[in-house]
T-cell receptor
């Protein structure tokens, strides 16, 4: 069964540095998402991406964050000038295009990247 | 604001027994979807079951079923004949039906332990 893959599984970065988290969504999916989960807290939505642009973003997703689909397969999350509070598990997800009467297409998640800011 | 609450941080069940995980949500939307995701240790979240709010019939997937009470905004997950492989974090999630794939709003999760 096709899977969403994320690299690296664990990233350790010095505070103030930039980090790029990478995701390869399922190949025929058209909606892409980033979520994060701070240790002990809820999984929180960051951003959704469709048709090469952001379709929705949360209050968390400020100017420090950006997303990009640099080619036909990768979907990246860049965090500039990282802070201690950016330490979290970051999940990428993807879903198929909306199919009208068939309703919401389920989101498929990757294993996550654990980001540790020192 | 849309919120999802899972009041049980941890639950345990004996193998082969039945367990019910609770979830309540708050929304002003009339059309929406509810999901249960399972996250085994160090593994990705996997969709277990989903429910469309406009459907009165409770969704079932093999040993997994839900008790959807729309008026009470309650969406519990029942796992029958529990197996060791069911041990995981279980997340309840909500998304409005707005004609396209939308963000999921998650609860904090319930850690399920299955005892042999």
């Amino acid at each position: 069964e096709p899977e969403v893959t994320q690299t690296p599984s664990h990233q350790v970065t010095q505070m103030g540095q930039e980090v790029i988290l990478r995701c390869v969504p399922i190949s025929n999916h058209l909606y892409f998402y980033w979520y994060r989960q701070i240790l002990g807290q809820k999984v929180e939505f960051l951003v959704s991406f469709y048709n090469n642009e952001i379709s929705e973003k949360s209050e968390i997703f400020d100017d420090q964050f950006s997303v990009e689909r640099p080619d036909g397969s990768n979907f990246t999350l860049k965090i500039r000038s990282t802070k201690l509070e950016d330490s979290a598990m970051y999940f990428c997800a993807s879903s198929e295009d909306f199919k009208g009467g068939s309703g919401q297409q389920p989101q498929h998640f990757g294993d996550g990247t654990r980001l540790s800011i020192l | 604001a849309q919120t999802v609450t899972q009041s049980q941080p941890e639950m345990s069940v004996q193998e082969a027994e039945t367990v019910t995980l609770s979830c309540t949500y708050d929304t002003s939307e009339s059309d929406y979807y509810l999901f249960w995701y399972k996250q085994p240790p160090s593994r990705q979240m996997i969709l277990v079951i989903r429910q469309e709010a406009y459907k009165q019939q409770n969704a079932t997937e093999n040993r997994f079923s839900v008790n959807f009470q729309k008026a009470a905004k309650s969406f519990s997950l029942k796992i029958s004949d529990s197996q060791l492989g069911d041990a995981a974090m279980y997340f309840c999630a909500f998304t409005p039906d707005q004609g396209g794939s939308e963000k999921l709003v998650f609860g904090k999760g319930t850690k399920l332990t299955v005892n042999p």
